[in-house]
């Protein structure tokens, strides 16, 4: 089966399967290092299986970083879900964009049920240039440069403004968690009462046919009375004038 042909068969349960065609499409061909699969997401509730766009995004320092784009059921109506993961002699590092766990948030995947425009592409090269100004991947041994080896008064005070900046992290992951669902129940909401408009639009449709067809009985009858009608008064009148024929001489 050609690459075509696989990836209509696998979009065809999506809420959109000519958008996520196009999107996924575009992407591979925007970034060459990317592959789709289809794969079962474990990340977050039951298992489901979903495309995944996988592979490396190169950043800055020529550090590469691997990627995985997961494309939830009602895409494009809800944000892919990005994680990244470190490849090599390379660690993962808490920002403000990305997590422990790899999981990436950016105002970009908050609003993107708002943004008409919203693609993957883009969405890729934002975090591209994000990552570069505050590179959530880092070698090994630049990681544990940055701590001093022997530093007495400094180890008190390191734990302690770490520990504040992991609450700020967190404190931000949340927030963005929070936004994530707000926004995904308002699309479910809007999805469900532009579902329950079509039902009530498709059955007004139906009954404006029945009416339609009602009348045209309606007509055909009062036609068909008409006739009756008719004939009946024709009838009356020729035994009328029957009647009043002299009768003949016997």
């Given at each position: 089966?050609?690459?075509?042909?696989?990836?209509?068969?696998v979009v065809a349960p999506y809420a959109d399967p000519g958008r996520t065609f196009?999107?996924?499409?575009?992407?591979?061909?925007?970034?060459?290092?990317?592959?789709?699969?289809?794969?079962?997401?474990?990340?977050?509730?039951?298992?489901?299986?979903?495309?995944?766009?996988?592979?490396?995004l190169p950043l800055a320092g020529g550090i590469g970083a691997g990627v995985e784009?997961?494309?939830?059921?009602?895409?494009?109506?809800?944000?892919?879900?990005?994680?990244?993961?470190?490849?090599?002699?390379?660690?993962?590092?808490?920002?403000?964009?990305?997590?422990?766990?790899?999981?990436?948030?950016?105002?970009?995947?908050?609003?993107?049920?708002?943004?008409?425009?919203?693609?993957?592409?883009?969405?890729?090269?934002?975090?591209?240039?994000?990552?570069?100004?505050?590179?959530?991947?880092?070698?090994?041994?630049?990681?544990?440069?940055?701590?001093?080896?022997?530093?007495?008064?400094?180890?008190?005070?390191?734990?302690?403004?770490?520990?504040?900046?992991?609450?700020?992290?967190?404190?931000?992951?949340?927030?963005?968690?929070?936004?994530?669902?707000?926004?995904?129940?308002?699309?479910?909401?809007?999805?469900?009462?532009?579902?329950?408009?079509?039902?009530?639009?498709?059955?007004?449709?139906?009954?404006?046919?029945?009416?339609?067809?009602?009348?045209?009985?309606?007509?055909?009858?009062?036609?068909?009375?008409?006739?009756?009608?008719?004939?009946?008064?024709?009838?009356?009148?020729?035994?009328?004038?029957?009647?009043?024929?002299?009768?003949?001489?016997?």
């Open positions: 089966m050609s690459y075509h042909g696989w990836l209509q068969q196009r999107e996924v499409d575009m992407s591979l061909v925007s970034f060459p290092m990317l592959k789709p699969k289809t794969d079962h997401f474990t990340r977050n509730g039951p298992p489901q299986l979903l495309i995944c766009l996988f592979g490396s784009v997961w494309l939830p059921r009602i895409f494009p109506h809800q944000p892919p879900m990005v994680y990244l993961i470190p490849l090599g002699n390379v660690s993962l590092r808490a920002t403000q964009n990305v997590d422990l766990k790899g999981m990436v948030y950016h105002p970009y995947l908050a609003y993107w049920s708002q943004r008409p425009g919203s693609n993957i592409v883009e969405l890729l090269r934002v975090l591209m240039a994000v990552f570069a100004a505050d590179p959530p991947i880092i070698p090994i041994a630049a990681q544990q440069s940055r701590s001093p080896a022997l530093s007495p008064t400094p180890a008190t005070t390191v734990p302690q403004k770490k520990s504040m900046e992991q609450e700020l992290v967190e404190a931000r992951k949340l927030l963005n968690e929070k936004l994530n669902e707000m926004f995904a129940s308002l699309q479910q909401d809007l999805t469900m009462e532009s579902d329950k408009l079509l039902g009530e639009n498709t059955l007004l449709s139906k009954g404006a046919d029945k009416l339609k067809e009602g009348l045209t009985r309606l007509k055909l009858e009062i036609v068909c009375i008409f006739w009756f009608l008719t004939k009946c008064c024709r009838e009356r009148q020729r035994m009328r004038l029957h009647k009043q024929k002299p009768k003949g001489k016997v």
